[in-house]
């Protein structure tokens, strides 16, 4: 089994900045990608970035957040600047691990952080 445990959420004002951090732990042969979703109240889970051979973004975010990864740590990270209303959301870390030389990928998910932006 693995674990993701994320950090770094909170309450800023519009224009601040935040980062998120998200560290997996537990069974871990390679982590293949990385990344943040978000889901506000009444929507789906949106993507918000991935880190894998490659990076993406969802362009609402593209130009103020950028993700990052500390392979030797298994850990993701979020910088978010530029914070917008209407980035508030629930933020959930994901990551496809494979946990052996024989298994497969499998994802897992974090337990979600709340970001909210208010003045």
């Known amino acids: 089994q693995v674990q993701l445990v994320e950090s770094g959420g909170g309450l800023v004002q519009p224009g601040g900045s935040l980062r998120l951090s998200c560290a997996a732990s537990?069974?871990?042969?390679?982590?293949?990608?990385m990344g943040w979703f978000r889901q506000a109240p009444g929507k789906q889970r949106d993507l918000v970035a991935v880190?894998?051979?490659?990076?993406n973004y969802a362009d609402s975010v593209k130009g103020r957040f950028t993700i990052s990864r500390d392979n030797a740590k298994n850990t993701v990270y979020l910088q978010m600047n530029s914070l917008k209303p209407e980035d508030t959301a629930t933020y959930y870390c994901?990551?496809?691990?494979?946990?052996?030389?024989?298994?497969?990928?499998?994802?897992?998910w974090g337990q979600g952080t709340q970001v909210t932006v208010s003045a």
């Open positions: 994901y990551a496809l691990v494979v946990s052996s030389q024989t298994s497969a990928p499998q994802v897992y």
């Open positions: 537990g069974r871990i042969f390679r982590i293949n990608i």
């Open positions: 880190s894998g051979v490659s990076t």
